[in-house]
């Protein structure tokens, strides 16, 4: 019962209107850019009308998801749902390993409640394990194979077969290549968790430091394959873009200036989070004066959200997006202490109150979900402008736009983007700065023939109204997007 009800749940919330909500948008487009140029190119990066970018550093999202995205493309070809699918098994398969930590962690009663904890709690600013599933982004991958390789390695603990440690050194390198910033709480949490045992149960280091140690090492390796793969003649300049984005994402000191009230509410709930599970760690080593195995991975999750929501709040740029991981954590470790409450107030069998507890929690999320994906749900007219690019603009026209979501919706191969730098300028006068859009973006560079706008270049205001109104004509509109064509001269 338990897996059905998790998988029946979580697919209805994953694929409900799955090609209308979210809009396409920024990030999934460069993704999606990235994998229609493996299959076309035949290199892994991107490709614009000014250039072919191999192992473009802007593809933040790494070939655990590009290469399963590409082969999506080359089979079902272009298109939202096909693209979006991918990501949506990586979502069923993690819920499955979600329950299954979770039932490591308590057993499978309290182990139900905490899964569907993690399912149903209701999103803060658009954010949630199910509804970044619905997308082309790493996190959620990357949360499926990272929470693999813990688990394996928990059972690690009191099994001898290499095979488990084998497989948690490949799922947890592949999860934290999908989204090097998920790396951020869990690596130090298992680092300081080897640590610890060492004190308490020693083994020899070299076995204790295996699975982390090759799983940093594969990370390692595709970072510097991604610094000396490109031609030499683009290394400097990926380079100083890699260092630019981290300046301007993750090493931003802001000792929480930068967060909005979206921010302090992750950081309340990782808080709560942490709070419960330290008093229950405490309260059981002074009662037994050891910690069990399901305790040393309850440990490992604790240090996780503490170190990893002291960085969101002192270091980040402090965007909710970026405290997916240990939002789930958090929502795990709850379920816990959630479950023991419903269970001292209600006077019915222990297995009556889970089953009953775990069917409300079901049915509050897919109302919860349905209901915000049916409230926010329009169309954002992006296929609509697809297919008139693909009927009506010369295939060798160069379309400048900000949406690089349209590339891979398209046969059109020619469009040209503003350079990270300008979207990195964008979010520092934005967040850091908070003054108006000053980009200095010269959107006649690439000579286009057409401007492409959307709600996010209008937003950033990177293309000149004055210039759009007197060099260009409107000729065509559908829902966000608006396409310029050049006036002859």
């Known amino acids: 019962m338990p897996i059905p009800l998790i998988i029946i749940t979580s697919s209805i919330i994953l694929l409900y209107k799955l090609d209308l909500f979210p809009h396409p948008w920024f990030d999934e487009g460069y993704s999606t850019n990235a994998a229609r140029t493996l299959v076309e190119q035949g290199v892994y990066g991107t490709y614009t009308s000014e250039r072919l970018l191999p192992l473009d550093p802007g593809v933040s999202t790494g070939p655990t998801v590009i290469l399963p995205l590409a082969l999506s493309y080359a089979v079902l070809g272009p298109g939202i749902v096909q693209s979006r699918i991918v990501v949506v098994v990586f979502a069923l398969i993690g819920v499955v390993i979600l329950y299954r930590v979770a039932v490591y962690l308590y057993g499978p009663q309290a182990g139900l409640i905490a899964v569907m904890m993690a399912i149903s709690f209701p999103t803060i600013d658009n954010i949630s394990y199910l509804l970044l ?33 084998f497989v948690a050194v490949v799922a947890m390198g592949l999860g934290i290549i999908a989204k090097i910033q998920l790396a951020i709480g869990i690596i130090p949490a298992i680092f300081l968790v080897i640590l610890a045992r060492q004190i308490k149960q020693p083994i020899p280091w070299i076995k204790a430091f295996t699975v982390l140690g090759i799983s ?20 400097a300049e990926f380079a100083a873009t890699l ?154 026209a160069v379309i400048e736009s900000w949406a690089w979501e349209i590339d891979a919706l398209t046969t059109h191969r020619e469009y040209h983007h503003p350079h990270q730098f300008d979207l990195y300028t964008a ?63």
């Open 133 to 165: 599933g619905r997308q082309v982004l790493g996190e959620v991958p990357g949360i499926a194979l990272i929470m693999l390789g813990l688990l394996l390695w928990f059972h690690s603990w009191d099994r001898t077969q290499a095979l488990w440690g």
């Open 216 to 235: 940093v090492g594969l990370v390692a390796m595709w970072m510097i394959f991604q610094r000396l793969g490109p031609p030499e003649a683009l290394r």
């Open 243 to 396: 260092t630019e984005a981290g300046k301007t994402h993750f090493l931003a000191p802001s000792f929480g200036r930068f967060l909005n009230r979206y921010g302090f509410m992750l950081s309340g709930v990782a808080g709560l989070a942490a709070a419960t599970t330290a008093w229950r760690l405490i309260g059981h080593f002074r009662l037994t004066h050891r910690l069990d195995n399901p305790q040393w991975a309850e440990l490992t999750f604790l240090l996780s959200v503490l170190i990893s929501t002291g960085w969101f709040v002192i270091l980040s740029i402090g965007w909710p997006r970026y405290m997916i991981f240990t939002l789930v954590i958090s929502l795990l470790l709850l379920g816990r202490p959630l479950w023991e409450m419903l269970n001292r107030s209600i006077p019915l069998p222990i297995p009556y109150v889970t089953v009953g507890a775990a069917l409300l929690l079901a049915l509050f999320a897919l109302g919860s979900n349905i209901r915000l994906i049916g409230v926010s749900v329009d169309d954002s007219g992006v296929t609509q402008m697809a297919r008139y690019i693909d009927n009506q603009v010369p295939a060798n």
């Open 427 to 489: 979010i520092q006068q934005q967040v850091q700065e908070r003054q108006s859009f000053n980009i200095g973006y010269d959107m006649l560079k690439a000579n286009p023939d057409y401007i492409l706008t959307n709600e996010f270049s209008d937003c950033t205001q990177i293309y000149d109204p004055d210039i759009l109104s007197s060099e260009f004509d409107c000729v065509a509109e559908f829902g966000l997007y608006s396409l310029y064509k050049k006036v002859p001269n």
